[in-house]
């Protein structure tokens, strides 16, 4: 075979939507991507911000310790890291936090993630430090609740949708008996077609990406949330202008490939999508969540004090030592870089409203 179909059991000439076909291709036992290899630095596919510099960390360590107190300081503080990729965040949290006493006699780290490879990764990280791995929320009884999702919600496969003489078509693909890989339409469920009509956001584009799978985990979040009170922080790549059109996109060593090259390279390769803040915005409302955000993550990291806090460290810094900071603060900021791309948004349960980084 000229590609890697023949790896993933997939049937021919038979119709898989977009969110299956990326699923199995991220995730299958052995052959997924995510399941045999390690995506993160610079030999991986893609640089995450925690991997590129401790100040991001540190100041979302400082976001946290900052919604606790904004909670009435409670004896007990749950946390979850979200995809917590190769354990970076949370190995600069469990420091950060160390520094304010009160607050860490009532933390509860716990990291869900779904790849046993690189959950390996993080328990070698995190070995010896007081963190938890859950595959669900069941355990989290008591205390307020925070979750923190950092490129989380784009490596949740997305459904995508036509508009054709005013019916709804979800896009598929399909393999035929020679292992090409090809796309094709078929009528949408009523389901999907009920769903997408409650939100507003939809209204008039002819081409709709649509997280099914991503509302499912979050449908999961947001009950806890709703019971315990707290919220979801996430931090991703994504837009709040329609963009009518598709925007999934593969990345293979630290580089953007065409389609083509992901078919010729599956399990090999990312597969990930920008993320529409607006919908996310309108989905937390439906959810009976009040919203901060969304912003870019260059405006919430300097509501935070990142500038000030990497002028104080630099003060016991060496000259290469500045450089390097201010080259990852560049990439965390720059309008062309991180700094715009990368939205933030906060969906919260709490009669409080004044949550740092968004005013």
């Known amino acids: 075979m000229s590609n890697n179909l023949g790896n993933f059991n997939f049937k021919f000439n038979k119709l898989i939507p977009v969110d299956e076909f990326i699923e199995k291709v991220l995730y299958e036992p052995n ?5 045999k290899k390690i995506p993160f630095g610079r030999k991986g596919d893609f640089v995450t911000a925690p991997t590129i510099s401790n ?19 409670p004896k ?11 354990g970076s965040l949370t190995k600069v949290l469990v420091d950060t936090f160390k520094k304010f006493p009160e607050f860490n006699k009532s933390i509860h780290i716990y990291l869900y993630e779904k790849s046993d490879l690189l959950k390996n990764i993080q328990q070698k990280k995190l070995k010896g430090l007081n963190v938890k791995w859950i595959q669900n929320f069941s355990k989290i009884k008591k205390g307020p609740i925070i979750f923190f999702g950092n490129e989380f919600f784009d490596a949740i496969p997305i459904k995508q949708f036509i508009y054709e003489k005013n019916s709804l078509y979800e896009k598929c693909y399909i393999i035929n008996s ?16 009920i769903k997408i009509k409650k939100f507003k956001v939809f209204k008039g584009l002819k081409f709709i990406e649509y997280p099914k799978l991503g509302f499912v985990e979050l449908d999961n979040i947001i009950k806890k949330i709703n019971k315990l009170s707290g919220g979801i922080l996430l931090i991703d790549y994504g837009y709040l202008n329609m963009v009518n059109k598709s925007t ?6 630290n580089k953007k490939i065409n389609m083509d090259s992901l078919i010729k390279n599956l399990g090999k390769a990312d597969i990930t999508s920008l993320v529409n803040f607006k919908l996310l915005k309108e989905y937390f409302k439906k959810k009976n969540l009040k919203v901060k955000g969304a912003v870019s993550q260059k405006f919430f990291l300097e509501k935070m004090g990142i500038i000030e806090r990497a002028r104080i460290l630099e ?4 000259a290469k030592q500045k450089d390097y900071m201010s ?5 965390l900021l720059d309008k062309n870089l991180m700094g715009t ?12 409203n004044d949550f740092l980084g968004f005013q």
């Open 315 to 318: 003060k016991n810094m060496t």
């Open 76 to 86: 007990k503080f749950n946390f979850v890291e979200l995809g917590p990729g190769d």
């Open 248 to 253: 999934l996109q593969s990345v293979m060593n």
């Open 341 to 352: 791309l990368f939205k933030v948004i906060f969906g919260f349960k709490s009669h409080k």
């Open 55 to 73: 100040l991001f960390s540190e100041i979302i360590g400082i976001w946290i310790v900052s919604t606790w107190e904004k909670l009435g300081k």
């Open 327 to 331: 080259i990852t603060l560049m990439r």
């Open 178 to 193: 020679i292992s090409k890989l090809d796309q094709t339409y078929k009528k949408a469920s009523v389901d999907d077609v």
């Open 31 to 35: 052959v997924g991507y995510y399941t």
